[in-house]
C-alpha cells in the first residue's frame, strides 16, 4: 500500500525560476513530514521538515508547505540552481509507526542552465 | 571522511545464495536502520536497530537477518536469495530511535540471477 504518493516522476525548471515538487499522503494520522534528497550515487540526504502543527517552513531557499485538509505537501526552491537537480523524496511518519518514514517514490529535478 | 559507509557497492550473485551486506557509522548515533528500495522506487523500512530494541517490519521475511557488533555496525544478512531481493539496499541511522533526521549510507545495488 502506498500511503506517500508523488505523482511527478520528474521535473524540469529552468535556472532562476520556483521549482515546486509535490507530494500526497492518504493517512491523517501523519504527523511529521520531511523532504530528502538524493545524487545519484548517493544516499538520501535530509533537506527540511514540517510538523503537523505548522502549514509552514522555510530554510533558505527551500519552503514546505503543509495542507492537512487536503493531505497535501509541496516543496518550493527558489530561486532554482543547476546543483538542486537531484531526486527528491517526500516522507511521513508517525508516533504510531514507531517514527518510522513511509517515502513516496520521488521526483527528478533537473535544473536547466 | 564518509559518515555511513556501506560495502560493497555492488554486488551480482545467484539464486539461493546466502550474501551480506555491511554497514558502519561513524557519527556516534545509537540508532540504525536498513531500507530496501525497490525496482518501483519505494524505498521501505526493513529494520530499526539500536542497542536495546529491534523492530522489524513485518512484511520482511525472514531470510533477512541484521547483525550488530557493536554500536557503529549493522550488517545484514540475506539467505537463499531469491530473484525478488534484487533492489537496492541502504543503511541509515540516527542519534535515537525515532529521530526524524536520518543519515543514509550510498546504498549497495544487489542483483540476483
Known amino acids: 500500500d502506498q500511503q506517500v504518493k508523488q505523482n511527478s516522476p520528474s521535473l524540469s525548471v529552468q535556472e532562476g525560476r520556483i521549482s515546486i515538487l509535490n507530494c500526497d499522503y492518504t493517512n491523517s494520522m501523519f504527523d511529521y513530514f520531511l523532504w530528502y534528497k538524493k545524487y545519484p550515487a548517493e544516499g538520501p540526504t535530509f533537506l527540511i521538515s514540517i510538523s503537523s502543527i505548522k502549514d509552514k517552513n522555510e530554510d533558505g531557499r527551500f519552503t514546505v508547505f503543509l495542507n492537512k485538509s487536503a493531505k497535501h505537501l509541496s516543496l518550493h526552491i527558489v530561486p532554482s540552481q543547476p546543483g538542486d537537480s537531484a531526486v527528491y523524496f517526500c516522507?511521513?511518519?508517525?508516533?504510531?509507526?514507531?517514527?518510522?518514514?513511509?517515502f513516496g517514490t520521488g521526483t527528478s529535478l533537473t535544473v536547466i542552465p | 571522511d564518509t559518515a555511513v559507509s556501506q560495502t560493497p557497492k555492488y554486488l551480482v550473485t545467484q539464486m539461493g545464495n546466502d550474501k551480506s551486506i555491511k554497514c558502519e557509522q561513524n557519527?556516534?548515533?545509537?540508532?540504525m536502520y536498513w531500507y530496501k528500495q525497490d525496482s518501483k522506487k519505494f524505498l521501505k523500512i526493513m529494520f530499526s536497530y539500536n542497542n536495546k530494541e529491534l523492530i522489524i517490519n513485518e512484511t520482511v521475511p525472514n531470510r533477512f537477518s541484521p547483525k550488530s557488533p557493536d554500536k557503529a555496525h549493522l550488517n545484514l544478512h540475506i539467505n537463499s536469495l531469491e530473484l525478488g531481493d534484487s533492489a537496492v539496499y541502504f543503511c541509515?541511522?540516527?542519534?535515537?530511535?525515532?529521530?526524524?533526521?536520518?543519515?543514509f549510507g550510498p546504498g549497495t545495488r544487489l542483483t540476483v540471477t
Open positions: 541509515a541511522s540516527s542519534q535515537v530511535l525515532g529521530s526524524y533526521e536520518q543519515y
Open positions: 516522507a511521513a511518519s508517525a508516533a504510531w509507526t514507531g517514527n518510522q518514514f513511509y
Open positions: 557519527l556516534g548515533h545509537d540508532t
